[in-house]
């Protein structure tokens, strides 16, 4: 995962940060960083975000943590990506999510004991 805070831009309604050059991102590509942010009391906290570019040349920016059961979604093999590089999965227990809507298409797999 790459490091990297550059800095807050601009601030009103939406805060905006610079993380990378625009082509460090390839095409149906994401890469993760690791942020910093002060919580309410004060203290200095990580925030771990993923950004995608789609093949369109948008970029779409999320907090790096399932909402299953907070797991890096590139936790195990690295992989933010479906195979077919469509659909972002979680590696821990596979939920996906469209990379422009954020919906989950599938949650959680169940594991069952035989
Ligand atoms: S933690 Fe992501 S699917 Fe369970």
Known sequence: MSEGIIGNLLSDQIEVFAVCPADAIERTGAKGFSLSRIDASGECRPLLIIVVRTFGNDYFGY????????????IGSGEFFSPDRSILRCGRHGARFEVDTRVCIRWALQRTSA
């Open 63 to 74: 907090v790096n943590r399932c909402p299953h059961d907070s797991a890096w979604l590139n």
